[in-house]
């Protein structure tokens, strides 16, 4: 990228604000709409920033073309969540306004208008990149511009490996309209007997999955591709010998995935998840997307016979379907066009050290794990192994909110089987995880483990492991708590926190947590974690208050929070009160965010950077200055009415000094970030900062290097130790043999 490219800021606007005057008055009400953004709005902003990265030639090919495929999969999910959401509430009449001021149908106006924004770019950045892919031998061509032998062999690649799984279903007064699956793609094929004047109308479903085809088909081996879809439509033959083809049209729909389950009708939790599955199936449809030219007899056919308003609901799409496909070349194996490889690196404390990690931690005190620059395996996959190994481990508890098959499930399975009390909650409403964790609650029960769903009302999201030893002649609780799931898969892509230790009160904490999950009766209050719904959020707002007290005292004030997301209405009021009150305030948020920073009398100070890179930001840090009496948190939750209120939540003090400047590291290199970042202005508009140097490492990259150093100061550090026990024992025996 040239120098001078380098230095312009690019910019992206999005509708999230609501106008604001040019003074906002010093003593503007903290209810005032005009102070919040919105969250849907600042969710697709944060998509409009990973876009960008498919468009930045900083990034290597094949990554952009993985940014490419996020955003398409992101924008799925939007649609079936908040789009269907916001559906829902319109046809139930709500006309409640959100904090920021907007009803449902305004809020789905701007949304539909922002992703059609959104779209229109990623098509722009798709011809581009298609472009620059062509140009390393890597291309998606048409069926049609094949040499006719190639044509052979791929129809008969069809006839052996495709044509068996495709079902033509009529569309007449004797067949009725099929059922359209979820994000699957479809033809609308029209055709007639030869010679005749009636037109038929069929559907057939594509079929990509693992089990039957790639949508992206390999053209003798080699990087050209075609589609399945156009490999199926132009072998329409097969399916409907004979006939003559009018037309065909590609459509794909996407189904609302909000679906009350009926709780009257189900006898226990995991019944109730079956149900909601099922409906969720035949949930409502939010969206059918059609290729640009298909008769408008037919688009307004399938919007009336899906229940769409073809004005509102129905979107062209030019070019490739589902882009969320382009992962399949996004994943070739191309070194020179991916990212430098990133290899995780053995936390110091545990590398090279084969002795029982409970030993380690306790005779270093508690550990500070950063994923993925250190490995999932390494740490706490080896601590639930070998807790499930330990003949002095007596019991282990669990959450497991999302996980994966493999090492985890593996040790907890063992570890009954080692005749340990094993206890996991699983939570059963994760979202599009429901059917996988009913599997694998189903597999742990089978080998005795005690599985619990939680508490009703109450998604429990926090991430523990809890571990019961006897050390020496007492008992002694371990834990690890994190902000990331236990996946072994998205460990290598996220970017979480983990604490491993034995801190007396947590245990005690966590003990009581525990014995609430799986029984009744909250504690009172505990002694060192917060937890939401219980006290969670009452603490925040204390500890934000406390901060406003400071800084009336001694004008040091300072709040930092690092998190997912920025939602609560409560919190984002409190943060705004201590930013008018002086108190600095600094946030890393990576998608939706309420609060508005650089409000003149309000929020003047205030910060708000996010991040985007390599790896997806999810942990989340708390940190207060407290008057010189610093406090951090990591946990669970990030700062939204769904998780404060709603959410079996933990966030953990983290006192040891050591860890306390890892976790300043972490704050203080990703605000410093000139590579990654973006700044977030009092309109709602993100500007992405420029580096003076064009070689600038963004934050990610710096802490993968902190990651590496750390590892190799540790094992030269041992090595000195090492040496010098071996001279001081060689020195000895010369000693000894000289006074002999």
Request: aromatic residues 8%.
């Amino acid at each position: 990228m040239s120098t001078s490219a380098m230095q312009e800021s690019i910019e992206v606007e999005n509708d999230t604000a609501t106008a604001i005057p040019a003074a906002v008055p010093e003593e503007i009400s903290l209810d005032d709409p005009s102070l919040y953004l919105n969250r849907e709005l600042t969710w697709l902003a944060f998509n409009q920033r990973v876009l960008h990265e498919a468009n930045d030639p900083r990034n290597p090919l094949l990554e952009r073309v993985k940014f490419l495929a996020i955003v398409s999969n992101n924008l799925d999910e939007f649609f079936m969540k908040r789009i269907g959401g916001l559906k829902q509430q319109i046809a139930a009449s709500v006309h409640t306004q959100s904090l920021d001021g907007r009803t449902p149908t305004q809020q789905l106006k701007e949304c539909q208008s922002a992703v059609r924004e959104l779209q229109s770019e990623q098509r722009r950045i798709y011809v581009a990149l298609m472009e620059e892919l062509a140009d390393h031998d890597i291309r998606l061509v048409l069926y049609k511009d094949l040499d006719e032998d190639m044509r052979v062999r791929l129809r008969e690649h069809f006839r052996a490996n495709i044509f068996p799984m495709l079902t033509p279903l009529a569309m007449d007064p004797a067949h009725p309209f099929p059922f359209i699956s979820n994000l699957a793609l479809n033809l609308l094929v029209t055709l007639r007997y030869p010679g005749g004047n009636e037109v038929y109308m069929a559907r057939v479903k594509v079929p990509v999955s693992k089990d039957v085809s790639k949508r992206l088909i390999s053209v003798d081996g080699t990087h050209t591709y075609v589609t399945l879809e156009d490999l199926i439509v132009n072998n329409l033959d097969m399916l409907f010998p004979g006939m003559e083809f009018v037309s065909c049209g590609l459509f794909r729909v996407t189904r609302n995935a909000i679906v009350e389950p009926d709780v009257e009708v189900a006898n226990d939790l995991l019944e109730m998840i079956e149900s909601e599955l099922r409906e969720r199936h035949f949930a409502p449809i939010v969206r059918l997307e059609v290729q640009p030219g298909m008769e408008p007899t037919h688009r307004g056919m399938l919007a009336a016979e899906l229940g769409l308003n073809e004005e509102e609901d129905v979107i062209e799409v030019e070019g490739m379907f589902a882009l969320r496909d382009l992962f399949e070349i996004a994943s070739i194996d191309i070194p020179e066009l991916h990212d430098k490889p990133h290899r995780p690196v053995d936390h110091p404390l545990l590398a090279n050290d084969r002795r029982n990690i409970f030993h380690i931690i306790r005779e270093n005190g508690p550990i500070l794990l950063q994923h993925p620059y250190q490995p999932f395996s390494t740490s706490v996959e080896r601590f639930l192994r070998t807790a499930a190994d330990d003949p002095k481990v007596l019991a282990i508890k669990m959450t497991l909110y999302r996980t994966s098959a493999g090492a985890i499930l593996d040790s907890l399975i063992k570890a009954a089987r080692n005749g340990k009390q094993v206890a996991v909650l699983v939570e059963l409403k994760a979202r599009f995880d429901e059917a996988a964790n009913i599997q694998w609650a189903r597999r742990l029960e089978a080998e005795g483990i005690h599985v619990n769903y939680g508490v009703m009302g109450l998604k429990t999201h926090s991430k523990l492991i809890f571990v019961v030893r006897r050390d020496y002649s007492q008992l002694r609780r371990y834990y690890h708590i994190g902000t990331g799931n236990y996946h072994a898969g998205t460990a290598k892509l996220y970017t979480d926190l983990g604490m491993l230790g034995c801190d007396e009160d947590i245990g005690q904490d966590l003990t009581e947590l525990f014995n609430y999950l799986t029984g009744y009766s909250p504690p009172p209050s505990y002694r060192k974690i917060l937890a939401a719904p219980y006290n969670l959020k009452r603490s925040l707002i204390d500890k934000i208050n406390r901060e406003i007290d400071h800084q009336n005292r001694a004008g040091n004030g300072l709040i930092q929070m690092k998190m997912n997301a920025l939602e609560d209405a409560d919190i984002t009021r409190a943060l705004y009160k201590a930013s008018r009150a002086g108190v600095q305030v600094d946030l890393i948020i990576r998608d939706t965010c309420r609060f508005r920073p650089g409000l003149p009398g309000t929020s003047e100070k205030a910060r708000v950077v996010s991040i985007v890179g390599r790896f997806l930001e999810h942990a989340r840090i708390i940190y207060f200055h407290n008057g010189g009496e610093e406090e951090y948190y990591i946990g669970s939750a990030d700062m939204m009415g769904r998780n404060l209120n709603s959410r079996v939540e933990v966030h953990a003090p983290v006192e040891n000094p050591e860890l306390r400047q890892e976790l300043r590291l972490i704050l203080d290199v990703q605000f410093a970030d000139t590579r990654s970042a973006w700044d977030l202005d009092a309109n709602g508009i993100y500007t992405q900062r420029t580096p003076d140097d064009e070689n600038a490492r963004g934050a990610q990259e710096t802490l993968i290097g902190v990651a590496e150093k750390r590892l190799a100061a540790s094992a030269k550090h041992k090595e000195k130790k090492v040496r010098s026990r071996l001279l001081s024992h060689f020195q000895w025996r010369l000693r000894e043999k000289g006074m002999q």
